[in-house]
């Protein structure tokens, strides 16, 4: 047991020391993209569990046998990039720009439905590939428990080389009580675009969301520093901004911090295609560093099944 543990703890550093890497890690076996999997999510903090929790899940990109992802259906109409995504911190704003997408326009789910007394929910039958689940939210006195959304794939490489298509997941959370004051918010535009400065556009459209209904439409230019300010009170809500009309030469990020949101513009030629096979098209470790709370549940996973046997 103690030699299996050991295997465990080198199997998950070396997972975080291949995070930043161009690596490639392959099953003995080929994707099956049309195999059933099953996504089980509990949701708990501080221990204790959340029940009654209403969870979606957006099948945002479909898995090809060779272990590439594309995004799908009304998601590929969206300038967002999923190639070459080297770091946590850049699903993370992938999944919160998507997000902001999924509320704005009103884009139902693929599959939805509550916790249990255990504070778990789960879908089963789903196509293999790769899923959204949106924030969720609960308030107990005065306290607001934030679940963040985050991106989870079907199916994984697992130890003995074969691919796991059931994946059980802790989303990350945390916590704050709000004041009872208003608070200053901002949206603030930012470019990726070095050496291409001067084809910016003179201004960009923001539709900014609150709870998913539309508070205001706004122009960023030079001419406002290409920020926007309002104050709001502090009641838990959650603000969202998309941009519209995205030049076809960039795509584009959204990131929340505190209270303020980033959006940010990355100039790519007017190229969003996956590299060719061999490539960084196939997105195994960065998909890992998704979640590191993942990484060690899939670990936490197969040490339960060998001390069970």
């Known amino acids: 047991m103690k030699k299996y543990l050991a295997k465990t703890f080198i199997f998950i550093l070396i997972l975080c020391l291949i995070m930043g890497n161009t690596v490639f890690i392959h099953a003995a076996n080929p994707i099956d993209p049309q195999r059933p999997s099953s996504l ?29 992802y594309s995004l799908t259906g009304i998601f590929k109409s969206y300038p967002v990039n999923i190639y070459g995504i080297t770091s946590q911190a850049e699903w993370k704003k992938i999944a919160v720009t998507l997000a902001a997408y999924i509320a704005a326009d009103d884009i139902p789910a693929t599959c939805e439905g509550a916790t249990d007394n255990e504070g778990k929910v789960m879908f089963e039958n789903l196509s293999p590939g790769m899923y959204l689940t949106l924030s969720v939210r609960s308030q107990q006195d005065g306290e607001i428990i934030v679940f963040e959304d985050f991106l989870t794939v079907l199916l994984y490489p697992s130890e003995e080389g074969e691919h796991q298509y059931d994946v059980s997941v802790y989303p990350k959370c945390e916590s704050y009580t709000p004041a009872p004051e208003h608070k200053e918010h901002k949206v603030v535009k930012q470019w990726q675009d070095g050496g291409y400065a001067d084809i910016r556009p003179q201004k960009v459209d923001v539709d900014i969301y609150k709870n998913g209904v ?25 603000w969202q901004a998309v941009e519209r009309n995205v030049p076809a030469e960039y795509t584009v990020t959204v990131a929340e911090n505190g209270e303020t949101i980033i959006i940010t513009n990355v100039y790519n030629h007017g190229i969003i295609e996956p590299p060719p096979t061999g490539e960084t098209g196939v997105i195994w470790p960065y998909i890992l560093s998704l979640s590191v709370s993942g990484i060690l549940i899939i670990a936490f996973s197969i040490w339960s099944k060998r001390k069970a046997t």
Not at 46 to 64: C, G, M, P, W
Request: no cysteine; proline share 0%; net charge negative.
């Open 40 to 68: 089980t999510i509990q949701y708990k903090y501080s221990q204790k569990t959340y029940s009654d929790l209403s969870v979606k899940i957006y099948r945002i990109a479909e898995v090809f046998e060779n272990g590439t």
């Open 214 to 238: 539309l508070q205001f439409s706004q122009t960023l230019s030079s001419d406002n520093g290409w920020v926007y300010r309002w104050e709001a009170m502090d009641d838990g809500s959650r």
